[in-house]
């Protein structure tokens, strides 16, 4: 089955610089990839996603690319704020499979 | 818009017991979808609700079972709580495939 892995685990980065986080994922069949934040006690909240016919998806200071090819795609924040700390999660879904197989989480930290 | 809202937000249970959670969709969704989040892990799939039927199932064991109602809100019952039970229950609700969360109920099995 599907499997996604996600990196780094934890990410300080100082107030306005800019954070990546990676995700790769096994079966060349996934189609769609939504990132979440989530915040402390909270449920996840969707950022942005991207589909495969789509190789880079802007909104603001948040940007997602993905490559097929290499079955890997990215989180990027730029000009970071302290409201950005949270737990970031990466996910996969594929047409034939209505579940979504997440990664293990980003730990995101801004530091003043 | 609501969103999605479930209930209760926290739950204390003992081994052996049953419990049944609940969650009522974004307002047009039909869809409904059941997770585990355990503490620091990744939220696992536990099944889908679509037409009032199970769609899809992950792999979790037969004392998780489910039920949606025609307003499409959801239930999810866990029979025979073990202490590994213990984790935060999510609900997704979505019309395609973008799932929107609700903020879960914490579920603590002593």
């Known amino acids: 089955g599907e499997n996604v892995e996600q990196h780094p685990s934890t990410l300080s980065v100082q107030e306005g610089d800019s954070a990546v986080i990676k995700c790769t994922y096994s079966?060349?069949?996934?189609?769609?990839f939504p990132w979440y934040k989530q915040e402390l006690g909270k449920g996840p909240q969707l950022i942005i996603d991207?589909?495969?016919n789509v190789g880079e998806k802007k909104d603001q200071r948040i940007a997602v690319t993905l490559n097929k090819t290499a079955k890997h795609f990215s989180l990027h924040i730029t000009e970071t704020q302290p409201e950005d700390s949270a737990v970031y999660f990466c996910?996969?879904?594929?047409?034939?499979?209505?579940?979504?197989?997440w990664g293990a989480g980003t730990k995101l930290i801004i530091k003043p | 818009d609501a969103g999605v809202t479930q209930s209760p937000t926290h739950l204390i249970k003992t081994r052996g017991q049953q419990v049944t959670l609940r969650c009522s969709p974004k307002?047009?969704?039909?869809?409904v979808s059941w997770y585990q989040q355990a503490l620091g892990q990744g939220p696992q799939f536990i099944f889908q609700?679509?037409?009032?039927?199970?769609?899809q199932r992950g792999n979790f064991p037969d004392r998780f079972s489910g039920h949606q109602f025609p307003n499409y809100s959801s239930e999810l019952n866990v029979n025979a709580l073990l202490l590994g039970d213990s984790a935060l229950y999510l609900c997704?609700?979505?019309?395609?495939?973008?799932?929107?969360f609700g903020p879960g109920t914490r579920l603590l099995v002593l």
């Open positions: 991207i589909r495969s």
């Open positions: 307002s047009g969704h039909d869809t």
């Open positions: 996910a996969a879904s594929m047409d034939s499979n209505y579940q979504l197989i």
């Open positions: 079966d060349s069949a996934s189609n769609y």
């Open positions: 997704a609700s979505s019309l395609g495939r973008t799932q929107y």
């Open positions: 609700y679509y037409e009032e039927e199970e769609r």
